[in-house]
C-alpha cells in the first residue's frame, strides 16, 4: 500500500469520497520547474481568449438582431393657401412603429421630425368648410429623416381629418375695463387709440362675433381713487373662438378723470329784453319799454363745474327775449308770447332747464 507524498493529502468529504487536493508546498520545498508555469499562463490566456471571443459573438447577433421599436415624431404642417386656415390646430405628434436593427434604432434621436406638405384647396372651391383626411404612412415625408434600413410599420393613429375655413377679416371696437371709481366728486371718461382694430378668423367664428356684439375688451385699468388724467399702453384680450387672431395686440387709452359737473336750481332769474339795432332805428324802443313780461322772473337750472355753479347769484346769469322771436295771440289783443334764451356764465356747462322757458309780453297803451 502506497503512502502519499508530501505535496499531497488525502481530503475526506463524504460526498464525494476521499480526493486528492493539492496543497501549497511547504516553506522549505523547492519552487515549480519554469516548464510548468509557462503551461499555466498559455492555458490561462486560452480561456480568456475563448471568454472574449464568446462576448463578441454574443453583441454581433444582438446588434443584427431585428425587431420593432416605437418613437415619438412631431409633425411639422405647411401653412394653408392664402385665404384659408385651420379651423383647430392639427395635431402636433404622432407614435410611430419602426422596424430594423437594433444597432440602426439606437442610433436614431429620441424623437422624430416628419413634415406633412400642403393639403391643397381646389382653385374651384366654393364653400366655406373643407374636410381633408391625412394618411399618415402615403402623406408624410420621411426621406432624409430615416435611413434605408430602417422602415415605418403603422403610425398611432394612421390617419387625421384636416378642417380648413375661409379667412375672414372683421372689425372690433375697442373697449376699456375700468375698474374702481375716481375720487369724490370726479368722473372719468376714456377714449382709445385705435378705437377700432381688426380681428382674422374662420367664417363661423366671425359669424358668432358679428352675433354677440363686434367689441373687444382691454386689460383692466383700475382708476380707484384717482384724481388726474392718465394714459396707458394695454393688451387687448383676444376673443374667444378656434383661428382667431387680432391684428393689432395693444391699444393706448386715455383716461380723463375731472370734477364732477355740479347741478343748482337758481330762482328769480330776471328777464330782460334785448333790443337789436333794426329796434333802436325804427323807434320801437318806446313802445317796447311800455311792455310788461309776465312772469318777469325765472327758475334756472345750471350744470357746471362746483366752484363756478356756487358762485352764481341771479343777476349773473342772463335770460333774454328778442322782439323778433315774438308771436302774437290771437285770442288776446296786444298780448305776445317769447320763447326765453339764456348766456350760461364762464365755467359752467349750460342752461340745463328753464321754468317756465315761455314768458308772454303784455303791451299795454
Known amino acids: 500500500m502506497s503512502t502519499p507524498s508530501d505535496s499531497t493529502i488525502l481530503s475526506p468529504n463524504p460526498a464525494l469520497g476521499a480526493q486528492m487536493a493539492p496543497i501549497p508546498p511547504s516553506p522549505g520545498a523547492p519552487p515549480a520547474p519554469r516548464k510548468t508555469r509557462r503551461r499555466r499562463r498559455v492555458e490561462g490566456l486560452r480561456v480568456a481568449l475563448a471568454l472574449l471571443m464568446g462576448l463578441t459573438s454574443w453583441m454581433v447577433i444582438e446588434a443584427t438582431r431585428t425587431g420593432q421599436a416605437a418613437v415619438e415624431a412631431t409633425l411639422s404642417w405647411q401653412t394653408p393657401p392664402a385665404g384659408w ?75 387625421a381629418t384636416v378642417q380648413f375655413s375661409r379667412t375672414l ?38 359669424d358668432r362675433l358679428a352675433a354677440s356684439g363686434p367689441r373687444v375688451l382691454t386689460e383692466t385699468i383700475d382708476i380707484t381713487g384717482r384724481n388726474t388724467t392718465e394714459s396707458h399702453v394695454v393688451r387687448l384680450l383676444p376673443p374667444a373662438g378656434e383661428g382667431v387672431a387680432l391684428r393689432t395686440e395693444t391699444v393706448h387709452v386715455t383716461v380723463e378723470i375731472t370734477e364732477a359737473p355740479v347741478v343748482r336750481r337758481i330762482e328769480r332769474v330776471p328777464v330782460r329784453l334785448l333790443l337789436s339795432a333794426w329796434d333802436e332805428w325804427a323807434g320801437h324802443r318806446g313802445g317796447l319799454a311800455r311792455a310788461r313780461i309776465d312772469p318777469p322772473h325765472v327758475a334756472v337750472t345750471i350744470e357746471g363745474s362746483r366752484i363756478a355753479v356756487e358762485s352764481l347769484t341771479p343777476e349773473l346769469i342772463t335770460v333774454y327775449v328778442r322782439p323778433d322771436m315774438m308771436w302774437a295771440r290771437p285770442d288776446t289783443p296786444g298780448v305776445y308770447t317769447a320763447r326765453l334764451l339764456a348766456v350760461p356764465p364762464s365755467g359752467t356747462v349750460g342752461a340745463a332747464r328753464l321754468e317756465p322757458d315761455e314768458v308772454n309780453w303784455i303791451i299795454e297803451e
Request: no cysteine; glycine share 4%.
Open 85 to 159: 386656415q385651420f379651423t383647430r390646430p392639427p395635431p402636433a405628434s404622432v407614435r410611430v412603429w419602426l422596424w430594423g436593427s437594433r444597432q440602426n434604432m439606437a442610433s436614431l434621436p429620441r424623437t422624430l421630425s416628419f413634415e406633412v406638405p400642403q393639403t391643397l384647396v381646389p382653385p374651384e372651391e366654393t364653400g366655406d368648410l373643407i374636410d381633408r383626411i391625412v394618411n399618415f404612412k402615403d402623406d408624410v415625408r420621411t426621406a432624409g429623416v430615416l435611413p434605408e434600413s430602417i422602415s415605418i410599420v403603422r403610425f398611432e393613429p394612421d390617419t
Open 169 to 206: 377679416d372683421y372689425s372690433l371696437t375697442v373697449e376699456a375695463d375700468l375698474r374702481g371709481s375716481p375720487a369724490e366728486h370726479f368722473v372719468a371718461e376714456w377714449r382709445a387709440s385705435p378705437d377700432k382694430v381688426f380681428v382674422s378668423g374662420p367664417k363661423q367664428e366671425m
